[in-house]
C-alpha cells in the first residue's frame, strides 16, 4: 500500500512538491495530499487521502477494507464525521482508523445479515474483537438506538455459545448454507478428533452427532489435496463418520445443489448409524450465489 502524506507532514516548498511531481516521485491525490511513486490513484488511495485531509479516522466500509475483513468492499457513502475516543482507534494503512469493534458496529448499518457474519467471522479470525466485547456493547447501542443493532442481535444469536471463529470465508459461507438444511442445521466448528487417546486430525465442520464431516476446498497450497485425502482416510478409520467434499464454486455458483448433497450426505450418515432418516421439507430459492 502506497505511502500517503499532506503539506503539512513536509516541510517541502510547493516548487519542490511541484519538481517531485513532475519527475513522477510523488503523485497529487486530491487537494493537499500525495502519494508516493508514480501510478494513479487508486478507489483506496483516494478514500484514505480524504481521511488524512478532514483529519478523522476511516470508518464504516472503508475501515472494514483497512482491517480486510471479509466480502466488505469500498462504496460511495459518505465517510462518518463523528470522533472515536482515542481507545477506539488505531493506524492502518497511513491512516487513523476505527478499531475492529467500531468498525463492525459500523457495517452493521451498512451490510445485509450474511455479508456482516462473513465480517464478523473475519474480525474473530483475526483477534480484532470478540463476541463478549460486541455483547458487552449492546447495551449501549440499544440504549442510543444506534442503526444496525438489531442485525447485530439477530446474527450472535445464531452463533453457538462459545463457537470458535471460522477459518476462512469459504467456511463461513458453508455455515450459512448448511442453516437453510433442515437435515443439517448448525455446523460444528474445530471438532478435534481423538482414537484412543491420540490426536488424528481437527475437522473444519462437521456434525460428529449425526456421523459426517465437511472438507472445502478452496485454493489448495503445494501437495494440499494429498495431505487433505490422508487426513481424511485417518478420520474415515477412526470414526467411521462419512465424508462431504465441496468447492468454492459449488458453495458459492450453486448453493441449492449444493444444500441438496449436503441432506443427501446427511441422510446417509443416519442411515449408516441405524437411524430414521429426516423429511425434508422442499427448500426455497434458486441457483443464486451466496453474497461473498
Known amino acids: 500500500m502506497r505511502r500517503l502524506f499532506t503539506t503539512a507532514d513536509v516541510t517541502a516548498t510547493k516548487h519542490t512538491l511541484a519538481w517531485a511531481v513532475q519527475k513522477k516521485r510523488i503523485t497529487p491525490i486530491g487537494r493537499g495530499v500525495y502519494g508516493t511513486g508514480p501510478r494513479e490513484p487508486t478507489p ?14 476511516a470508518r464504516g466500509a472503508l475501515a472494514g477494507v483497512l482491517h480486510g475483513l ?9 465517510i462518518r464525521r463523528d470522533r472515536l475516543p482515542p481507545d477506539r482507534v488505531v493506524h ?26 462473513q465480517a464478523l467471522e473475519s474480525a474473530l479470525r483475526k483477534r ?24 447485530i442481535r ?26 437453510d438444511v433442515p437435515e443439517v442445521g448448525e455446523l460444528v466448528r474445530q471438532h478435534e478428533v ?13 456434525r460428529p452427532d449425526l456421523g459426517f464431516f465437511i472438507e472445502l476446498d478452496g485454493e489448495h497450497h503445494k ?23 465441496f468447492t468454492w464454486t459449488e458453495v458459492t455458483r450453486f448453493p441449492n445443489t449444493t444444500k441438496r448433497r449436503l441432506a443427501e ?28
Open 70 to 78: 471479509d466480502s466488505v468492499r469500498l462504496d460511495d457513502r459518505p
Open 128 to 151: 480484532l474483537t470478540t463476541v463478549a466485547a460486541i455483547e458487552a456493547e449492546l447495551p449501549r447501542l440499544g440504549a442510543s438506538r444506534v442503526p444496525g443493532t438489531t442485525r
Open 92 to 117: 492502518l494503512g497511513g491512516v487513523r482508523c476505527a478499531d475492529g469493534l467500531a468498525t463492525l458496529v459500523d457495517l452493521a448499518a451498512l451490510l445485509d445479515d450474511l455479508t456482516w457474519e
Open 223 to 245: 501437495d494440499q489435496p494429498v495431505y487433505d485425502a490422508v487426513r481424511q482416510t485417518a478420520v474415515v478409520a477412526a470414526t467411521g463418520m462419512l465424508p462431504g467434499r
Open 154 to 179: 439477530r446474527v450472535l444469536a445464531l452463533r453457538p455459545p462459545g463457537a470458535p471463529a471460522t477459518e476462512s470465508l469459504l467456511e463461513t459461507l458453508f455455515v450459512q448454507l448448511a442453516r
Open 44 to 57: 483506496l488511495d483516494r478514500a484514505r487521502a480524504a481521511v488524512l485531509r478532514c483529519g478523522g479516522e
Open 265 to 292: 450426505l446427511a441422510r446417509r450418515a443416519r442411515a449408516s448409524r441405524g437411524e430414521r432418516p429426516v423429511i425434508a421439507s422442499d427448500l426455497p430459492g434458486s441457483d443464486r450465489p451466496l453474497s461473498a
Open 194 to 206: 481423538r482414537h484412543h487417546g491420540t490426536f488424528v486430525a481437527r475437522l473444519d465442520l462437521s
